[in-house]
């Protein structure tokens, strides 16, 4: 269905201000002055977006459990169903009677991303929408569209609630970036202090804001063989610094007790969002 374009109040202008101010800053920090871990951060930023897309579809895989999946792990503790819709991610086209409400978000992004702001990663509102109360103000917008076409009705309030997810979504993003940097630089810090090899930051790092690291993920991160991998691996749990969850290809790693407790604090400090309108949609 298409609507006509409502007229953009000064609020809304104001709001569009804002995202393209957070979004020249990200762009600056992921394209200009890229890092170690933007690439990490990126495949995050994926599976947190198809993570919270097959939620609203009714299907629960975690983030991590999602890029694990991605990554091709085969012993990741997911139903047949939710494995299968992971992995089939936009593959198919539902009838039109059922929505396609996944396919219409990802056009979405695909036209904002296409403007050569940001790659889609990091312009999707999926994981915005599916936080449980931003899910349900999504089903209710599109309940006042009805479930005839009208074309000329009033969508200002679509608008501006999509205003509000692609803020919000920027500042969480944005919060993201500023997270992973302190995270980076104090577990570089730490490393240097412990006389640890740089490249295990990059699996410190994942423990430290996902929550857990695989070893082909970190294999692959730093471009390791299989056994200087799991040499390293296995020297961080030794030391205390990781533990070990589940046997042979099931396995990952979470904190240890003495992963540095201050990591840990900075990497889980709540996030607050800004409401970008002085009123909430009521």
Do not use: C
């Amino acid at each position: 269905m298409l609507f006509p374009l409502p007229e953009l109040t000064d609020a809304d202008r104001e709001v569009l201000a804002g995202i393209d101010e957070m979004r020249r800053e990200l762009r600056y920090q992921v394209q200009d002055r890229p890092t170690k871990w933007t690439s990490g951060l990126r495949k995050f930023l994926t599976a947190d977006a198809v993570a919270a897309s097959n939620s609203i579809e009714g299907f629960r895989v975690s983030t991590a459990d999602v890029q694990d999946l991605m990554d091709g792990e085969q012993d990741v503790d997911v139903s047949t169903e939710n494995r299968q819709e992971t992995l089939a991610y936009l593959v198919s086209i539902h009838p039109w009677a059922d929505g396609n409400g996944r396919m219409s978000r990802s056009l979405q992004t695909l036209m904002i991303a296409r403007e050569g702001v940001l790659a889609p990663e990091f312009s999707s509102i999926e994981a915005w929408l599916g936080r449980p109360g931003n899910t349900w103000e999504y089903y209710r917008e599109l309940e006042r569209r009805g479930p005839v076409s009208h074309p000329d009705q009033d969508v200002s309030r679509w608008i501006r609630f999509n205003l509000t997810a692609y803020h919000q979504q920027a500042q969480t993003v944005r919060g993201r970036m500023s997270r992973s940097a302190a995270v980076w630089t104090s577990l570089m810090s730490f490393a240097d202090s412990a006389g640890l090899d740089e490249r295990v930051v990059s699996a410190l790092h994942d423990v430290a804001l996902v929550g857990r690291i695989r070893r082909n993920r970190y294999e692959q991160a730093e471009g390791l063989t299989r056994q200087q991998s799991q040499r390293d691996l296995r020297d961080l749990t030794a030391a205390g610094l990781l533990e070990t969850v589940g046997r042979t290809r099931a396995r990952y790693y979470t904190a240890g007790p003495r992963f540095p407790e201050g990591v840990l604090e900075v990497a889980r400090t709540p996030m607050t969002l800004s409401q970008p309108y002085a009123d909430a949609l009521g």
